[in-house]
């Protein structure tokens, strides 16, 4: 991080300094007190789970050069620049707005039910082959987690991905504001966060809450074949569509080869080293953004075959003679029907066995959908099916129902990685999927530690 001073941090997030050297300068923002060093200025943020200003003491005696409060409190003995505002965790997106609009940089953000960190990942991928870019780490896409990933742009940065998540309305809005985008990608409109939405039409609000900000300088990428996204039109930016039935840019010759996917777009031929339908889609969208920027078809393609997906995504291994398709950090109804559809074209050796969790966060339509993906698992010629949680019962039922005769239901990850265990053999291969809160991994190191 480029240093600020205190002055400036203050007028950027419309805070009073109560306390301090407002020409003393900060290298770095912080909102963990354990990570706190000399030169940092600590974001005291009240979260669901707790409040950053009960970590104040821990702050100082890791030597704060500033702290950032919205509760008063006894500064007298503080050593350190204390400043406050009416919200901490607005001013930590005020501030990085500010410090954003020190680089003049274009940004691209990408927000979508699922597929984002792996576009985000694809599309940085490419630019860096022409360009020094910032890419948000892991998946840290919120209104805490968003402002750390540009408070990492220096002056050697000449791009910057962003990824922005929400669980309710005004999230992405709220970082959009900031950090004004000059492209938006949205992946697709799924059912994740449908528990708080209520229903996808209002996913979708939220979703394009992303363009909030546009005008005729500004781009939008969407996936033109999305039920509800390819409606969308605008006569005050442009907007390219990408898709495999129809778009402004369209993939075609879609074919599964032992690389990965190959696939055209025009007279151009592109290969992907990681499998499924899904990923088409995310290699569109960023050769979409790369033509924008001029790069060529061989810089395309470098970041294609550079490309290192995010831990627990699409990440296929051999292992004793069977294969592990880890695809575990998370999970929704469309991303595990996109998962089941890669299982079912991979060339089969032995059995075809998906380990599926709960997919959390769906509220009322948690049932049916669970259901629905039961019924896709049968569909997609899986031999045998491990579900695992509360919601996967559904699973479970539904591909019983459906025709899955060897099924198996577990509650917790010993029991199903017990099982799973005592029945892998040589030739398999195993889809695990299941929600961020059900840690699946777990399972796959269990495995992986009885064998070691």
Same mark, same amino acid.
């Given at each position: 991080?480029?240093?600020?001073?205190?002055?400036?941090?203050?007028?950027?997030?419309?805070?009073?300094?109560?306390?301090?050297?407002?020409?003393?300068?900060?290298?770095?923002?912080?909102?963990?007190?354990?990570? #706190?060093? =000399?030169?940092?200025?600590?974001?005291?943020?009240?979260?669901?789970?707790?409040?950053?200003?009960?970590?104040?003491?821990?702050?100082?005696?890791?030597?704060?050069?500033?702290?950032?409060?919205?509760?008063?409190?006894?500064?007298?003995?503080?050593?350190? !620049?204390?400043?406050? &505002?009416?919200?901490?965790?607005?001013?930590?997106?005020? *501030?990085?707005?500010?410090?954003?609009?020190?680089?003049?940089?274009?940004?691209?953000?990408?927000?979508?039910?699922?597929?984002?960190?792996?576009?985000?990942?694809?599309?940085?991928?490419?630019?860096?082959?022409? *360009?020094?870019?910032?890419? =948000?780490?892991?998946?840290?896409?919120?209104?805490?987690?968003?402002?750390?990933?540009?408070?990492?742009?220096?002056? =050697?940065?000449?791009?910057?991905?962003?990824?922005?998540?929400?669980? %309710?309305?005004?999230?992405?809005?709220?970082?959009?504001?900031? &950090?004004?985008?000059?492209? !938006?990608?949205?992946?697709?409109?799924?059912?994740?966060?449908?528990?708080?939405?209520?229903?996808?039409?209002?996913? $979708?609000?939220?979703?394009?809450?992303?363009?909030? *900000?546009?005008?005729?300088?500004?781009?939008?990428?969407?996936?033109?074949?999305?039920?509800? @996204?390819?409606?969308?039109?605008?006569? %005050?930016?442009?907007?390219?569509?990408?898709?495999?039935?129809?778009?402004?840019?369209?993939?075609?010759?879609?074919?599964?080869?032992?690389?990965?996917?190959?696939?055209?777009?025009?007279?151009?031929?592109?290969?992907?080293?990681?499998?499924?339908?899904? %990923?088409?889609?995310?290699?569109?969208?960023?050769?979409?953004?790369?033509?924008?920027?001029?790069?060529?078809?061989?810089?395309?393609?470098?970041?294609?075959?550079?490309?290192?997906?995010?831990?627990?995504?699409?990440?296929?291994?051999?292992?004793?003679?069977?294969?592990?398709?880890?695809?575990?950090?998370?999970?929704?109804?469309? !991303?595990?029907?996109?998962?089941?559809?890669? @299982?079912?074209?991979?060339?089969? +050796?032995?059995?075809?066995?998906?380990? @599926?969790?709960?997919?959390?966060? $769906?509220? +009322?339509?948690?049932?049916?959908?669970?259901?629905?993906?039961?019924?896709?698992?049968?569909?997609?010629?899986?031999?045998?099916?491990?579900?695992?949680?509360?919601?996967?019962?559904?699973?479970? /039922?539904?591909?019983?129902?459906?025709? #899955?005769?060897? !099924?198996?239901? *577990?509650?917790?990850?010993?029991?199903? /990685?017990?099982?799973?265990?005592?029945?892998?053999?040589?030739?398999?291969?195993?889809?695990?999927?299941?929600?961020?809160?059900?840690? @699946?991994?777990?399972?796959?190191? %269990?495995?992986?530690?009885?064998?070691?």
């Amino acid at each position: 991080m480029e240093a600020v001073t205190i002055e400036n941090l203050a007028k950027a997030i419309d805070g009073v300094v109560l306390k301090g050297d407002a020409k003393k300068e900060i290298n770095n923002v912080i909102i963990d007190s354990r990570l #706190i060093g =000399t030169g940092s200025v600590f974001f005291a943020i009240k979260g669901d789970n707790t409040d950053g200003h009960l970590y104040i003491e821990q702050a100082l005696k890791n030597n704060a050069s500033a702290i950032v409060v919205h509760n008063d409190l006894e500064i007298s003995n503080i050593n350190a !620049a204390v400043i406050k &505002v009416a919200d901490t965790t607005q001013a930590l997106l005020d *501030f990085a707005g500010y410090y954003k609009s020190l680089f003049n940089i274009p940004v691209v953000a990408i927000t979508g039910s699922c597929g984002k960190t792996t576009t985000k990942d694809i599309i940085a991928s490419v630019l860096s082959q022409k *360009f020094n870019t910032l890419k =948000t780490q892991g998946n840290f896409n919120n209104q805490t987690g968003l402002p750390q990933n540009i408070f990492n742009l220096n002056r =050697t940065h000449q791009m910057a991905v962003l990824e922005m998540g929400m669980s %309710n309305f005004g999230e992405i809005y709220n970082m959009a504001k900031r &950090v004004k985008p000059d492209i !938006a990608v949205i992946t697709n409109i799924g059912y994740s966060h449908i528990e708080y939405l209520k229903s996808r039409e209002n996913i $979708l609000k939220a979703k394009t809450e992303i363009l909030s *900000f546009f005008n005729e300088k500004n781009i939008a990428v969407i996936n033109g074949d999305d039920e509800y @996204l390819k409606n969308i039109s605008s006569d %005050n930016y442009k907007i390219y569509k990408a898709g495999i039935h129809s778009g402004d840019i369209a993939a075609t010759g879609i074919r599964q080869v032992k690389e990965g996917i190959e696939f055209n777009v025009g007279d151009e031929k592109y290969c992907f080293p990681l499998i499924g339908m899904h %990923n088409v889609y995310n290699c569109l969208y960023a050769i979409t953004i790369a033509k924008i920027y001029g790069l060529t078809h061989n810089e395309i393609q470098a970041g294609f075959d550079s490309f290192k997906p995010s831990a627990n995504r699409m990440d296929i291994k051999q292992h004793n003679g069977y294969t592990i398709i880890n695809d575990a950090y998370n999970s929704n109804p469309t !991303a595990a029907k996109a998962a089941l559809d890669v @299982l079912k074209n991979i060339d089969r +050796q032995g059995r075809k066995i998906a380990v @599926l969790a709960d997919m959390l966060e $769906l509220g +009322q339509f948690s049932k049916s959908l669970h259901e629905e993906l039961g019924k896709h698992a049968y569909d997609c010629g899986v031999d045998v099916l491990i579900t695992v949680g509360s919601e996967a019962q559904h699973i479970y /039922s539904s591909a019983k129902e459906a025709g #899955i005769k060897n !099924a198996k239901y *577990f509650t917790d990850n010993k029991s199903a /990685s017990d099982y799973i265990k005592s029945i892998i053999r040589p030739g398999d291969i195993i889809l695990f999927k299941g929600s961020r809160g059900m840690r @699946l991994e777990q399972i796959i190191n %269990n495995i992986y530690s009885k064998e070691n």
